[in-house]
């Protein structure tokens, strides 16, 4: 998994990072039905080319590469897969 979003976001959802990727790997964005009742944003694992360009965008500094992801918040790589294989 190149990037996770993890717990900073909880609540947050800034979008400046779905504004950044070049190919659409970030949701739900605010036009998707599901955004209002989301927890937060997620990064698709398949559609992500991990070009890194969400990280500097997010305000809350909740996107990780999966090997800089702090310890406490590992549990996000399987919240982000699990939103998509749902989805």
Request: with cysteine; aromatic share 8%; hydrophobic share 30%.
């Amino acid at each position: 998994m190149p990037h996770i979003i993890a717990e900073p976001c909880l609540g947050t959802k800034d979008t400046s990072c779905v504004d950044s990727c070049p190919v659409d790997c970030i949701h739900p964005t605010k036009d998707e039905p599901d955004f209002e009742t989301a927890t937060q944003l997620f990064i698709d694992p398949d559609t992500c080319i991990d070009c890194g360009l969400c990280v500097d965008e997010c305000p809350v500094q909740a996107i990780y590469q999966d090997e800089d992801l702090p310890e406490e918040w590992n549990n996000y790589v399987q919240i982000n897969l699990d939103y998509y294989k749902d989805a």
